[in-house]
């Protein structure tokens, strides 16, 4: 294992060079080959239709094709056995009409753009284009529910991959989500159990405490025990609508893939289609908390806490009530006297456990309102006066172990600024091109290219996330879908996992920055590669005490060892310099580290 130096540690903090997208363009664009752009792509064509314009006869080819396709999509998806036919005609018609009113709005603002050389107007014209398709796809996620609410949710989270005008105005679905009557939740777990709420609760409360978009949570009390418990249950409707949802939004993104072939987002609907019968059985969801308590019940040092299961049916789940405030309540962590540095720290042990420990399982979930905070009456062992609870865990995947391995050699690389390592590993991880590496780094990290190659551990600044979000502007977007639609579905999941506690971590606004996160995880990654060092000597002829097996296993222990207390000595030199009250959040590459 190549020890990390602490030159390339004072080094990754040090480059000011303003960042820009278009240079990490400019390496793909050397090698790609050329695409001939002209404005026909985006015109509406010629007919022999008279009276009408060609730009009203597109419109009215797009809107009758969309609705048809959407049609057959909703009488494929639905049949016979669910008798809502006016429902499935208005929910299938806000799609297909929204669908197509975007595609028509984008092929003119695109010509538009193209007419204008005016570097200002061209950014102009197609934010405002980004904007009015954003809201008017926002009013049909709203109105439809369920599963567009989660997609949508899903979609306000892709900063790295969506424009701005389009994420920032789905954030409103996370706080936006339908509310089942009691009623029908009455009438539900009758159905599914066979027995009334009153046989099994004693207090059901009418009013949940939490909605999402797939379900809502209601406190109850059992009439057995008496015990406090939290009772998930589906919203009744959902699994109704689920074929005929999951059939819109397929027909959605392979339709904007038939008009806009550089924006191929199939692989989103492929993976929603993977991923939502995971979500939508609460037994396996269930499975998956029981097995994440296990794996940390072996880690005692972390404050983390995983609801016990009680029972679990397909569309409910019973555990126990492990209430907390958000993350994000920097008001109920400062009054509380929790450091908000060791919050992140600890999250960062948390998830980096969960990708790199040996057979973990992986929460690819970890968004706001499905973490907790609380304060403890004494303190942990570990010295934590916290506790992280980590809520639904419908969405887990299993990494491979030679992709652990791989994973944890490329972030190593990241962090020791070996470029060469990166590109590598990057190509073992997810088969990554040379030309495709500046994309899948900045992807990966969430940072700009140029801060990737020479200062990672400096905090992120709003100059650096406006460019990086104009940069989607300029071209960026169709190259890193057409990348993402490539790599394995995993790495997906991984990325997004990435992203959602890269946000967290910011929300805290820690004095330390992004810094302390990026120590931990190379504490990781250097046991990952300490480990396939250990099995690779266990599979060599002799044992580990023979001599060339020990000698091997000696120096590997020595090369972790090196890294880990290298990592020591920097995370103590930044603990000090946090208590005198310096800032640890950018440092120079001057910076005398020993």
Do not use: C
């Given at each position: 294992m190549k020890p990390l130096s602490f030159a390339s540690l004072g080094r990754l903090a040090s480059n000011n060079t303003p960042w820009t997208c278009t240079s990490c363009r400019v390496q793909l664009l050397r090698h790609a080959k050329p695409r001939r752009i002209s404005s026909q792509r985006y015109s509406t064509g010629s007919s022999g239709w008279s009276g009408r314009s060609p730009r009203t006869r597109a419109r009215v080819a797009i809107l009758t094709a969309t609705a048809t396709g959407a049609t057959g999509a909703g009488v494929l998806a639905f049949t016979d056995d669910i008798k809502y036919g006016y429902d499935v005609t208005e929910r299938t018609g806000r799609v297909a009409t929204t669908l197509a009113l975007c595609i028509n709005d984008y092929r003119t603002s695109l010509n538009e753009r193209e007419k204008n050389d005016d570097p200002v107007e061209q950014e102009t014209i197609l934010k405002q284009c980004h904007k009015r398709c954003a809201e008017r796809t926002l009013k049909v996620l709203e109105k439809n529910g369920g599963i567009f609410i989660k997609l949508g949710q899903h979609l306000s989270a892709m900063t790295y991959l969506l424009p701005y005008e389009w994420t920032s105005t789905f954030i409103p679905l996370q706080d936006k989500c339908p509310v089942s009557s009691y009623e029908s939740i009455e009438e539900m777990f009758r159905q599914d159990t066979g027995e009334e709420l009153q046989d099994y609760f004693s207090e059901f409360a009418h009013e949940p405490i939490g909605a999402a978009?797939?379900?809502?949570?209601?406190?109850?009390?059992?009439?057995?025990?008496?015990?406090?418990?939290?009772?998930?249950?589906?919203?009744?409707?959902?699994?109704?609508?689920?074929?005929?949802?999951?059939?819109?939004?397929?027909?959605?993104?392979?339709?904007?893939?038939?008009?806009?072939?550089?924006?191929?987002?199939?692989?989103?609907?492929?993976?929603?289609?993977?991923?939502?019968?995971?979500?939508?059985?609460?037994?396996?969801?269930?499975?998956?908390?029981?097995?994440?308590?296990?794996?940390?019940?072996?880690?005692?040092?972390?404050?983390?806490?995983?609801?016990?299961?009680?029972w679990a049916k397909k569309r409910i789940l019973v555990m126990a009530n492990e209430s907390g405030s958000r993350l994000d309540d920097l008001d109920y962590l400062d009054s509380n006297g929790i450091d908000r540095d060791e919050v992140s720290a600890t999250l960062a042990h948390i998830f980096n456990e969960m990708i790199f420990g040996k057979n973990a399982p992986l929460h690819c979930d970890p968004h706001g309102g499905n973490i907790a905070i609380r304060?403890?009456?004494?303190?942990?062992?570990?010295?934590?006066?916290?506790?992280?609870?980590?809520?639904?865990?419908?969405?887990?995947?299993?990494?491979?172990?030679?992709?652990?391995?791989?994973?944890?050699?490329?972030?190593l690389a990241v962090i020791d600024g070996d470029m060469d390592g990166m590109k590598q590993h990057a190509h073992d991880v997810a088969g990554i091109t040379e030309e495709q590496f500046p994309l899948f780094a900045s992807a990966i990290t969430g940072r700009d290219y140029t801060v990737v190659s020479s200062s990672i551990l400096k905090s992120r600044s709003e100059e650096e996330k406006k460019t990086m979000g104009d940069a989607l502007q300029e071209g960026l977007l169709s190259d890193l879908v057409t990348m993402l639609g490539q790599v394995p579905r995993i790495i997906l999941l991984i990325l997004k996992t990435n992203d959602l506690t890269r946000s967290l971590d910011e929300s805290l606004h820690t004095r330390q920055g992004?810094?302390?996160?990026?120590?931990?995880?190379?504490h990781y990654c250097a046991r990952t590669v300490l480990?396939?060092?250990?099995?690779?000597?266990?599979?060599?002829?002799?044992?580990?005490?023979?001599?060339?097996?020990?000698?091997?296993?000696?120096?590997?222990?020595?090369?972790?060892?090196?890294?880990?207390?290298?990592?020591?000595?920097?995370?103590?030199?930044?603990?000090?310099?946090?208590?005198?009250?310096?800032?640890?959040t950018q440092y120079g590459s001057s910076t005398s580290i020993i």
């Open positions: 978009s797939l379900a809502q949570v209601h406190l109850a009390t059992v009439k057995e025990t008496g015990q406090r418990v939290a009772v998930k249950v589906q919203h009744p409707g959902l699994a109704q609508w689920a074929p005929l949802d999951m059939a819109l939004t397929k027909f959605t993104f392979s339709t904007l893939k038939r008009f806009f072939p550089e924006y191929d987002l199939e692989w989103l609907s492929s993976e929603m289609e993977a991923s939502l019968p995971q979500e939508l059985d609460f037994q396996l969801e269930a499975n998956n908390a029981i097995r994440t308590k296990q794996h940390f019940q072996k880690l005692p040092e972390l404050p983390l806490v995983i609801p016990d299961v009680l304060k403890t009456s004494e303190r942990r062992r570990g010295g934590h006066n916290f506790e992280i609870i980590i809520y639904d865990h419908g969405l887990y995947r299993d990494i491979p172990e030679h992709l652990r391995r791989s994973y944890a050699k490329m972030w992004p810094m302390r996160t990026f120590l931990i995880l190379a480990r396939e060092q250990v099995d690779e000597i266990r599979q060599r002829p002799g044992s580990l005490l023979s001599p060339g097996n020990a000698i091997r296993f000696i120096a590997a222990w020595m090369g972790y060892l090196r890294v880990e207390l290298k990592l020591e000595v920097f995370e103590l030199w930044l603990s000090i310099r946090r208590i005198i009250g310096l800032n640890t």
